[in-house]
């Protein structure tokens, strides 16, 4: 089975002999993935909708894994009891949904060692929500795949002080990694930042104005990235 681009470095990130948990599975293609190459040693497959957990017990059977990786379904970690896994993956969410999964069961989260979180949307939010819970991000990716970048998020129980808001929008593990993908993305944050700012430029409030100041520092620190990226 061949993984797209997104998937496969979602996998990459487990660690070998990991019990793990795939939270909004759907297809199920990293846990059928992990078990065939060997990778993870048990593994939960769960959804919270029931079409997509049927999408991956299909293809769970279709790989004859139905021994090896179990379907759940249920919100989040409510299907998982506390101490059963120590890896979850929560992929192709939003940031706000991954952040309300990992805080609704704080007795799963707190037995779990390893969080692979792939937020969609919202990234800064979870980074932020992270650093303020006791969570410390550990490493980070970047994957190109139909023209739009993800961002892989590998996250621990720990405490991590962050020195710049600048942090919240480009993980820190990716530039001090110099991931290939860096510049690349920073310059599309940069051109989001200039877009937000032509919209503003005729607006005269103090609101517009504050904003305005926000963007172009901003783009500022951005800049600074790609200067550090290029010495
Ligand atoms: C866009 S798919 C992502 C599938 C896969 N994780 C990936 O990255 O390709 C999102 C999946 O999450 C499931 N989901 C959404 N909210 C959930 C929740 N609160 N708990 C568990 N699963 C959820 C949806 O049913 C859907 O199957």
Same mark, same amino acid.
């Given at each position: 089975m061949k993984l797209t681009p997104r998937l496969l470095n979602i996998a990459k990130m487990v660690a070998k002999g990991a019990i793990l948990a795939d939270i909004g599975?759907?297809? #199920?293609y990293i846990p059928v993935y992990l078990m065939k190459n060997k990778i993870v040693k048990e593994a939960i497959a769960a959804d919270v909708n029931k079409g997509p957990l049927l999408s991956a017990q299909k293809n769970i059977k279709s790989n004859g894994l139905e021994e090896y990786i179990e379907t759940r379904l249920g919100? #989040?970690?409510?299907?998982i009891e506390p101490g059963e896994v120590d890896t979850a993956i929560i992929a192709g969410m939003g940031g706000l949904l991954i952040r309300d999964i990992l805080m609704n069961r704080p007795e799963v989260t707190k037995s779990i060692k390893q969080f692979i979180l792939q937020p969609m949307v919202a990234q800064d939010e979870l980074r932020r929500w992270l650093y303020d819970n006791d969570f410390k991000i550990v490493d980070e990716k970047l994957v190109s795949e139909d023209h739009r970048i993800y961002e892989i998020i590998v996250a621990e129980h720990g405490h991590e002080i962050i020195e710049d808001e600048i942090y919240f929008e480009i993980g820190k593990k990716l530039i001090e990694h110099k991931d290939p993908l860096l510049e690349m993305f920073i310059k599309k944050h940069i051109k989001k930042q200039e877009d937000i700012i032509h919209n503003l430029i005729n607006q005269d409030t103090d609101k517009a104005k504050n904003k305005l100041k926000e963007c172009k520092a901003k783009i500022h620190k951005f800049e600074e990235v790609l200067l550090w990226l290029k010495n």
């Open positions: 599975t759907d297809h #199920g919100n #989040g970690f409510e299907p």
